[in-house]
C-alpha cells in the first residue's frame, strides 16, 4: 500500500532530476533538454495531487507551468532538426529558432527566481502532504484519473476522425503519464490500460508530429506514404482503446 512518504520520495526524486538536468542543459550536454522535460512531466502529474486550490498553491503550479512551455519551442525545433536533411534550404532558420528556444531556457535556469521556486515549491509541497491525510490523498488520485478516464471515454465515443485526434491525444497522454508516476495508487484496472495508452499516444504524436511540420511548410518527401500508414496504425491503436475503456 503507497504511502504518503513515497509519494514525496517520488516528487523528491523528480525534483532531484530536473535540477541535474538543469546543470546539464547550462553544460550543452546532449540530450540534457530532453531528460529535463520528462523529470518536469512527472514533477507536475503529481504535484497539483498534492496541492490545494488555494492562491500559493495556484501560483506554485503556474510558475512551474509557464517554465515547461518555455522549454517546447527548443525541444520543438530540436525534433525538427533531427528529421530535416543536412542540405534543406530552412535548416539555418530551425536551427536560429532553436538557438533562440534555449537561450531563453538557460535565462530561466540561471534567474535568481529557480532557487526561490525550487524551495518555495519544496516547502509548500511538505506543508500541504503533513496536512493531507493518506485516504483523501488517494482518492483525489483516483478520482483524477476518473475524470480522465472519462473524458477519454466521450472523446472516443464521438468515433473522431484525424481532424479530431488532437484531443484524444492529450486525453491518452495525461491519463497515461498519471499511471506512470501514481499507478500505485490506482486499481489495477486503471494500470492495465498503460500499454494500450502507450501504443496509441506514440502513433498520435508522430502523427501530430508531421502534421505540425507540413503546416509549418518543411514537409519531406516521404511524408505523404508515412502519414497514411500512421492514420491506419492510429485507427487501430484507437479501435483497441476504445474496446478496453468502454
Same mark, same amino acid.
Given at each position: ?10 516528487? $523528491? ?29 512527472? +514533477?507536475?502529474?503529481?504535484?497539483? &495531487? ?13 510558475? +512551474? ?14 525534433? &525538427? ?20 528556444? %534555449? ?10 527566481? +529557480? ?36 473524458? &477519454? ?11 479530431? +485526434? ?10 497515461? %503519464?498519471?499511471?506512470? %508516476? ?19 499516444? $506514440? ?44
Amino acid at each position: 500500500m503507497p504511502t504518503k512518504k513515497q509519494l514525496f520520495r517520488t516528487l $523528491s526524486d523528480a525534483m532531484a532530476h530536473i535540477e541535474s538536468q538543469r546543470f546539464d542543459v547550462l553544460a550543452g550536454r546532449d540530450d540534457a533538454l530532453h531528460q529535463l522535460r520528462i523529470a518536469l512531466r512527472g +514533477w507536475r502529474t503529481l504535484l497539483p &495531487l498534492a496541492l490545494r486550490r488555494q492562491q500559493e498553491d495556484r501560483a506554485i503550479l503556474a510558475a +512551474w507551468r509557464e517554465f515547461a512551455g518555455l522549454t517546447g519551442p527548443a525541444r520543438d525545433a530540436e525534433v &525538427l532538426l533531427a528529421v530535416l536533411p543536412a542540405d534543406h534550404p530552412r535548416r539555418a532558420e530551425v536551427q536560429a529558432r532553436r538557438d533562440a528556444g %534555449y537561450a531563453a531556457v538557460a535565462r530561466a535556469l540561471e534567474s535568481v527566481d +529557480w532557487p526561490v521556486r525550487v524551495a518555495a515549491s519544496r516547502a509548500w509541497l511538505m506543508l500541504r502532504l503533513d496536512l493531507r491525510k493518506r485516504a483523501a490523498l488517494q482518492a483525489r488520485i483516483r478520482h483524477r484519473a476518473e475524470r480522465l478516464g472519462q473524458h &477519454l471515454r466521450q472523446d472516443l465515443a464521438a468515433d473522431p476522425g484525424p481532424e479530431h +485526434w488532437h484531443q484524444v491525444r492529450i486525453d491518452v497522454k495525461k491519463l497515461r %503519464y498519471l499511471i506512470d %508516476y501514481a499507478g500505485k495508487w490506482l486499481p489495477r484496472r486503471v494500470r492495465k490500460l498503460r500499454p494500450l495508452l502507450k501504443e496509441a499516444q $506514440s502513433t498520435l504524436g508522430d502523427l501530430h508530429d508531421l502534421d505540425v511540420r507540413g503546416a509549418d511548410g518543411l514537409a519531406l518527401p516521404d511524408d505523404a506514404a508515412t502519414r497514411e500508414r500512421l492514420v491506419v496504425a492510429a485507427e487501430r491503436a484507437i479501435a483497441r482503446l476504445r474496446r478496453r475503456i468502454d
